[in-house]
């Protein structure tokens, strides 16, 4: 039976009996999909006991009418948990999570200037913050994220580091609808013409992928990719970037995976991926 908790104290007065048993965390902001629920499956390999939240965090979003527009499908959501046998879902409201507005900020470096950083700011301010919260809330053992948000995986495994929470980080892969469009709970947003033509996304990082593959010249491959994703008008570039995975700076000779990573607007809705390349 899956248990739904809206309370700090009342999730944290259920986990005490658990304390001796492994305890497998997944945020969500919700809108689920397949992509959340392998999260939720790979979690529920590994830990005795799994924890999905769902809560869309208002400090993480930098304008306010994606945060307007944020799909919100939560009865269906606690459904597809429910189906899975998600142990616990955890669903705050703002005054729970915040009842006062945070003071302390975060400062990442290199790895919040570049991309989503960049393009967001205040963005992984707002993650950094809102994880913190959960993972001082929950105290799981292992945490669970997509390598869909690649920026935000490395921000939390920096997060996880720096501050000892001696949590296990599970990047898992990420999964695509069959025409290759990266699933994404804001998918829901594109209208049909636009729904058909996403998927130029994941096709423009496999030009850029092979591009490199055949050792083309970074740049090269960078050009070629945006000008395949600009004959399309509809899409309004963000970035087109092609760096090195860990650091999300340039390539050089101790890269060891690079990172291929896109940020389009595609009718208002943005819309990111991103491949990686073993070298
Ligand atoms: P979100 O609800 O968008 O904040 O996503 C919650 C978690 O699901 C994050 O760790 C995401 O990286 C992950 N996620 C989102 N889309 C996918 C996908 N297509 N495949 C795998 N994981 C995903």
Redesign the pocket.
């Known amino acids: 039976m899956t248990k739904i908790f809206y309370k700090i104290a009342d999730i944290q007065a259920y986990l005490l009996q658990f304390s001796y048993k492994q305890v497998g965390f997944?945020?969500?902001?919700?809108?689920?999909?397949?992509?959340?629920e392998?999260?939720i499956l790979a979690s529920k390999k590994q830990n005795d006991l799994t924890i999905c939240s769902i809560y869309v965090n208002p400090t993480q979003f930098n304008n306010p009418e994606d945060l307007k527009k944020y799909p919100r499908t939560l009865p269906e959501d606690i459904e597809k948990l429910e189906k899975i046998a998600c142990d616990i879902i955890f669903i705050p409201s703002n005054e729970e999570i915040y009842p006062k507005n945070p003071s302390l900020t975060f400062n990442f470096g290199n790895l919040e200037s570049v991309m989503e950083g960049k393009f967001r700011q205040g963005h992984f301010n707002g993650v950094a913050t809102v994880v913190s919260k959960l993972f001082h809330i929950i105290k799981p053992n292992r945490t669970?994220?997509?390598?869909?948000?690649l920026q935000?995986?490395q921000i939390i495994s920096l997060l996880i580091k720096d501050l000892s929470f001696g949590i296990e980080l599970i990047c898992?892969?990420?999964?695509?609808e069959k025409d290759g469009l990266?699933?994404?709970?804001r998918n829901l947003r594109l209208n049909p013409q636009h729904r058909n033509i996403a998927p130029r996304i994941y096709q423009a990082m496999l030009l850029a992928q092979e591009l490199v593959f055949s050792q083309k010249d970074i740049n090269f491959a960078k050009k070629q990719a945006i000008d395949f994703l600009s004959q399309e008008i509809n899409f309004v570039l963000d970035y087109f970037e092609i760096v090195d995975c860990q650091t999300l700076g340039e390539i050089n000779e101790q890269t060891e995976e690079i990172a291929i990573c896109v940020a389009a607007f595609l009718g208002g809705v943005r819309l990111i991926d991103n491949l990686l390349i073993k070298r």
């Not at 997944?26 to 959340?36: C, E, Q, R, S």
């Not at 669970?144 to 948000?149: A, E, L, P, S, V």
């Not at 990266?182 to 709970?185: D, P, Q, R, T, V």
Request: with cysteine.
């Open positions: 997944v945020p969500t902001m919700g809108a689920l999909h397949a992509g959340h392998s999260l669970y994220f997509g390598q869909k948000d935000q995986t898992c892969p990420t999964l695509r990266a699933m994404s709970s």
